[in-house]
């Protein structure tokens, strides 16, 4: 049995992990907390994620949250993150980081916990994103520069980040593959009537729009032929069942810094 906490347990992935936990008979949720002043505090768990009452109390109290934890799983918001991390430090918590739009200091501190408790760090836990970020490694390694890269990505229209932390994820991997710094060659925003295509760059464009769960697509484009790698995600339970996979392969282990390759043995 593995013990789950969950920030972020009043959102709509918490709410989500919380229904398939409760469906898991080798999960049980331990601990759920919320920002400070959410109307949800003092409710059961359970009953706002609309399943049966588990007696587990939703609080702001981070702390408190995972004391009785094997693993807490954070898809908050940035600000949040470095809070919580210390709290899974204070009580020797593994750590499922799902939180995207993370800055150079959130990934330094995450990093640093490692030394201490296992933490995983996925900008994206669908199996089936992972997967497509190790092909898009694969094209981008054995593809030239003849091919002219772009990465699209869609999403609902309350997203606060953009590029989204996958198509950011895509982006670092197709770099890889070529040997070079994601920083080095991607290009964020294009308007007006400036310079051509810089040669071997990489491109981002963003739409938020309706409730588009999520719609990535890699293109490699040359003079004779087009190449896409495209990943749909349909309900948001797949990045859910992600990070429970993520979670019941973490618990117990040694302290480290875990991606989902590891999860997927990629």
Sequence with gaps: MTRIAIFGATGRMGQTLIRLITDDADLELVGAATEPGHADIGSDAGSTAGVRSLGVVITDDTSAAVSNADVAIDFTLPAAAQSNLASCVEHGVALVMGTTGLSADDDAALKGAAGSIAVLYGRNMSVGVNLLSELARLAGKSLGTEYDIEIKEAHHRNKVDAPSGTALQLGESVAQGRGLALDSVAVYERHGIGESRTPGSIGF????????VGDHTVLFAADEEIIELRHRALDRAVFARGA?????????RQAGFYTMNNVLEL
């Design 205 to 212: 464009s963003s739409v938020r729009a309706g409730n588009i």
């Design 244 to 252: 429970l996979r993520a979670a019941t392969w973490i618990a117990g």
